[in-house]
């Protein structure tokens, strides 16, 4: 037997002790992980990881898309209020260069006792920019003076009505995955919004006053 002394400690280590194997073998309930063990949990949690990314990232960019339709469907809402109200015609522009809605109305400039075009910009309505990759997929309004619908008109614009009316319109918005389509009711100005393309939706038929 050989005694080993150190600074702090003493400690005896006998020949038997490695011959019979008692520190060869750990009991079982201290064995850990072993490396494969640890690397397959990394892998793992990694995986679902990137399916819980996939998925959020995936809801969020319909939850812009979805976003910007609600704008246009409020915006075309406030057109149509500001319209009666005012007994003067509102027109709900369409910003395609810059992919964003925006009101504009008619107002009395005093000094220079003309009607000027302004933009409305209040505590209800503002200028709206899309962004974030939401862009106008199929812009189709119907001019005033035909029935034929359009989607080349140069006049990006829906007007509103004293009388409550617009032009009839499908918008639809998207970012190449997500669509929404807004529908503009002629007869009564009522907007409402679709998780459908234009296409769809024009082939269905829409009813705006039911609730």
Request: hydrophobic letters at 40%; a negative charge.
């Amino acid at each position: 037997m050989k005694t080993y002394i150190t600074t702090n400690f003493v400690y005896h280590t006998s020949y038997a002790a490695f011959s019979d194997g008692a520190l060869a073998k750990r009991p079982e309930n201290e064995r850990g992980f072993t490396i494969v063990e640890m690397l397959l949990v990394v892998a793992v949690v990694s995986l679902v990881a990137g399916l819980g990314g996939g998925v959020y990232v995936g809801t969020y960019k319909r939850m812009l898309v979805e976003k910007a339709a609600r704008d246009m469907v409020l915006t075309a809402k406030y057109a149509r209020i500001i319209a009666v109200e005012k007994q003067q015609p509102c027109e709900m522009r369409l910003d395609v260069t810059n992919n964003g809605v925006s009101l504009v109305t008619n107002q009395w400039d005093e000094q220079s006792e003309q009607t000027e075009q302004i933009v409305v910009r209040d505590l209800y309505c503002r200028p709206v920019e899309f962004g974030n990759g939401v862009v106008f997929e199929d812009i189709r309004i119907m001019p005033i003076d035909t029935d034929a619908a359009t989607a080349t008109d140069e006049r990006q614009g829906i007007i509103f009505s004293p009388k409550g009316t617009a032009q009839s319109a499908i918008i639809q918005v998207g970012d190449g995955r997500n669509h929404y389509t807004v529908c503009v009711s002629a007869a009564t100005g009522r907007a409402k919004m679709f998780y459908d393309t234009a296409e769809n939706v024009a082939l269905k038929t829409i009813d705006l006053d039911a609730k």
